[in-house]
């Protein structure tokens, strides 16, 4: 009877000597400096920003401070690798892991962390929040999407500073439609984001077809006037002879319309300029001071039709600039 207590006994301390190695060996893993890594990369990817503020250390006067959440991840990132760890010192590590899209933007990233009290064992905590600054600009405009949100510099062209969380994708772009430009891409903290990233923007077809439709418009009623120098426009002719008939005009050449990046004298950024060259004609019949005889005639005039794009949250505003000087 003694030996079967003794052999149970034994047992009954083999089982637990293993269940304290397995609680020992959990907690280790629940609080090494891979597992905070790695529990971070997963909020991320995750897009649970609670708990990737939570594990960076942000409270709610730092959020207050920083103007809001750091953004997050804007891309769907299925790669989260923990590839090494170093020891510093007796309460530093550096932990180096991998992080991205894969096949598009994976990048390797690197986490300080520092040695904390957890009872008796040790967890590891972010030396510091890992967030990052990245300036973003549109080319000569205003308003620009960031991760999916609307961010507005002070002028046209100026840097809208951002913060987000690394090393989470940045992506901005435009959302106007009357505007195009392929969306740019950096993640923050890596090289990628070091310098301002600029989204080149170009007309979209849609402006395109308005402005060439304004122009056509205001060609329509310049050639509707059936005399010699039409108001307000420019093109017009000078007859040393005495007109016998009204002139009529027509569009022979249609207008090739080109709209103008940057920013042309008089115009204020986010503004394009519009120049539509074009060629007309004029019919008439005159007669000739002279000898008195009446002839018929058509002339062609070369012009340039210039104008102004204005781009709002209300749309875009054509405007059609006076001629300047009008060929006689």
């Given at each position: 009877?003694a030996?079967?207590?003794?052999?149970?006994?034994?047992?009954v301390?083999?089982s637990?000597?293993?269940?304290?190695?397995?609680?020992t060996?959990?907690?280790?893993d629940?609080?090494?400096?891979?597992?905070?890594?790695?529990?971070?990369?997963?909020?991320?990817?995750s897009?649970?920003?609670?708990?990737?503020?939570a594990?960076?250390?942000l409270?709610?006067?730092?959020?207050?401070?920083?103007?809001?959440?750091?953004?997050g991840?804007?891309?769907?990132?299925d790669?989260a690798?923990?590839?090494?760890?170093?020891e510093?010192?007796?309460?530093?590590?550096?932990v180096?892991?991998?992080?991205?899209?894969r096949?598009?933007?994976?990048?390797?990233?690197?986490?300080?962390?520092?040695?904390?009290?957890?009872?008796?064992?040790?967890?590891?905590?972010?030396?510091?929040?890992p967030?990052?600054?990245?300036?973003?600009?549109?080319?000569?405009?205003?308003?620009?999407?960031?991760?999916?949100?609307?961010?507005?510099?002070?002028r046209?062209g100026?840097?809208?500073?951002?913060?987000?969380?690394?090393?989470?994708?940045?992506?901005?772009?435009?959302?106007?439609?009357?505007?195009?430009?392929?969306?740019?891409?950096?993640r923050?903290?890596?090289?990628?984001?070091?310098?301002?990233?600029?989204?080149?923007?170009?007309?979209?077809?849609r402006?395109?077809?308005?402005?060439e439709?304004?122009?056509?418009?205001?060609?329509?009623?310049?050639?509707?006037?059936?005399?010699l120098?039409?108001?307000?426009?420019p093109?017009?002719?000078?007859?040393?002879?005495?007109?016998?008939?009204?002139?009529?005009?027509?569009?022979?050449?249609?207008p090739?319309?080109?709209?103008?990046?940057?920013?042309?004298?008089?115009?204020?950024?986010?503004?394009?300029g519009i120049?539509?060259?074009?060629?007309?004609?004029?019919?008439?019949?005159?007669?000739?001071?002279?000898?008195?005889?009446?002839?018929?005639?058509d002339?062609?005039a070369?012009a340039?039709?210039?104008?102004?794009v204005a781009?709002?949250d209300e749309?875009?505003?054509?405007?059609?600039?006076?001629?300047?000087?009008v060929?006689?």
């Open positions: 009877m030996r079967r207590g003794m052999l149970w006994g034994g047992i301390a083999a637990v000597a293993v269940a304290a190695l397995s609680v060996a959990a907690v280790a629940a609080t090494s400096p891979e597992r905070t890594v790695r529990d971070y990369l997963a909020a991320l990817a897009d649970d920003l609670a708990t990737a503020a594990l960076s250390g409270d709610a006067a730092d959020l207050d401070r920083l103007g809001g959440m750091p953004l991840d804007a891309g769907t990132s790669v690798d923990i590839v090494d760890v170093i510093l010192g007796p309460r530093t590590r550096i180096t892991a991998r992080y991205g899209e096949g598009v933007d994976v990048v390797p990233v690197t986490f300080e962390l520092e040695a904390a009290p957890f009872g008796p064992f040790t967890r590891w905590v972010l030396s510091g929040p967030l990052a600054e990245v300036t973003v600009a549109a080319d000569g405009h205003v308003e620009v999407v960031v991760n999916g949100m609307p961010r507005s510099a002070e046209g100026g840097a809208i500073h951002v913060v987000g969380f690394v090393p989470a994708r940045l992506e901005a772009r435009i959302a106007s439609p009357f505007l195009d430009g392929a969306p740019v891409r950096a923050f903290g890596t090289a990628s984001a070091a310098d301002a990233l600029v989204v080149e923007v170009a007309p979209s077809a402006l395109q077809r308005a402005v439709r304004e122009v056509e418009a205001f060609l329509d009623d310049c050639v509707a006037q059936r005399v120098q039409p108001a307000g426009c093109f017009g002719i000078t007859v040393p002879d005495r007109v016998v008939e009204p002139p009529q005009w027509r569009v022979s050449v249609p090739v319309v080109t709209l103008v990046p940057g920013r042309p004298a008089g115009l204020v950024a986010g503004e394009w120049e539509a060259g074009v060629t007309v004609r004029v019919a008439l019949r005159v007669q000739r001071l002279i000898d008195g005889k009446i002839e018929d005639r002339e062609a070369v340039v039709v210039r104008g102004s781009l709002d749309g875009a505003t054509i405007t059609i600039a006076p001629p300047e000087d060929p006689g």
